[in-house]
């Protein structure tokens, strides 16, 4: 194990990348104090099924991080468009490590602590997946992304749509997501977070497949070395394992 840090919540020694960046002033290591499982973990109802809205704010509360509506929203959208068809704990786990995960790496909220949260009326509040149309898909990243790489997500969309020339409104929902995770994930390599990119990288991969299989294209050597890559297994993601 390279380095490593103990978990303030489970009490396991971790590597680093068991961690989520923080460049919070009070993070010497610039680690999150909690494990990115039980970050998960802690911000799921009893079930696991959901998010718990009181849990979420406190892992947050106490890695001292930020409550941010805009971004909480943004993170429920796109986990939605990403696994519409999935249940409900694959996109709460998605939406915590989606959060965090934009916490370490947009500049607006790097510097962010649980004193800059956005907690107006939203104590009771109850998690309901944001769903819109293909072509409101970039919009819910406005408050999360600067405007270059909103116009780089929409340039490539609109190249990729050009080839594909596609009419279904789920193709269209995948192809976007496939193109916010392909952006996102250059971002992260910029940063140097390869495990956030990685992340990306799998997410846009599985995305690909995803939209071959709904225009039927038997692509069965893309298919196996994707799942030689990633070892997929039928309900693992890449924010929890």
């Not at 607006?108 to 009326?121: A, C, F, H, P, R």
Request: charged letters at 25%.
């Amino acid at each position: 194990m390279q380095n490593g840090k103990v978990c303030s919540c489970c009490g396991k020694k971790l590597a680093d990348s068991a961690f989520y960046k923080s460049f919070n002033p009070k993070h010497k290591d610039k680690l999150t104090p909690m494990c990115k499982k039980c970050c998960v973990k802690q911000s799921l109802d009893n079930s696991g099924e959901n998010i718990d809205i009181e849990r979420f704010k406190n892992t947050l509360f106490f890695n001292d991080k930020p409550y941010r509506t805009e971004l909480h929203r943004a993170c429920m959208a796109q986990a939605e468009k990403k696994y519409s068809d999935e249940g409900g704990k694959t996109k709460a786990e998605t939406i915590v490590g989606l959060y965090f995960g934009k916490l370490s790496s947009l500049h607006q909220y790097k510097g962010m602590t649980w004193e800059d949260s956005t907690l107006e009326n939203k104590a009771n509040m109850a998690i309901q997946y944001v769903k819109n149309d293909c072509e409101d898909v970039f919009e819910q990243y406005y408050n999360a992304y600067p405007a270059q790489v909103l116009k780089v997500m929409r340039a490539l969309y609109d190249l990729l749509q050009s080839i594909y020339h596609l009419t279904d409104q789920q193709q269209k929902n995948l192809l976007a997501a496939y193109v916010g995770d392909r952006i996102i994930g250059e971002t992260f390599i910029a940063d140097n977070m390869l495990c956030e990119h990685d992340d990306c990288w799998q997410f846009a991969n599985h995305e690909l497949l995803q939209l071959k299989q709904l225009r039927s294209v038997d692509d069965s050597i893309f298919a196996e070395s994707y799942a030689d890559l990633y070892d997929v297994r039928e309900g693992t993601w890449p924010w929890t394992t």
